[in-house]
């Protein structure tokens, strides 16, 4: 699903993808190493660190939006509440992914 993901906003021309990763806390790490514009994060990564745990480490430090993808559309609420800029059910279409990018990226930075 990365690649997919990878080719599909790269293809649309207005972002790049500067890093991926397997799990929750690799973006944690990334967020601080790679210092990214946006993060895009999968909230059922396998990982320890819990996808809705990183979202608030994340909203936390401020700076960067994150988009979350749910297979499941009852995440949202809960996604939001820990500081999601942006939420896409996997499985719809990738303009509505690409408008929740762009929708992201045009909002002030976030606040610690």
């Not at 929750?24 to 210092?35: C, K």
């Not at 990564?45 to 990183?54: C, Q, Y």
């Not at 942006?86 to 690409?98: E, H, K, S």
């Amino acid at each position: 699903m990365r690649a997919a993901l990878r080719a599909l906003v790269e293809a649309d021309g207005r972002y790049s993808v500067v890093a991926e990763a397997r799990t929750a806390g690799e973006v944690v790490v990334l967020d601080q190493t790679r210092s990214p514009s946006l993060i895009l994060l999968d909230l059922l990564l396998p990982t320890a660190v819990d996808g809705l745990d990183a979202v608030r480490l994340l909203a936390d430090r401020g700076g960067r939006p994150v988009v979350v993808l749910s297979a499941h559309e009852a995440h949202c609420d809960a996604a939001y509440a820990a500081g999601a800029a942006g939420f896409v059910v996997q499985g719809d279409d990738a303009d509505a992914l690409l408008t929740e990018i762009s929708a992201a990226m045009s909002r002030p930075p976030l606040s610690p």
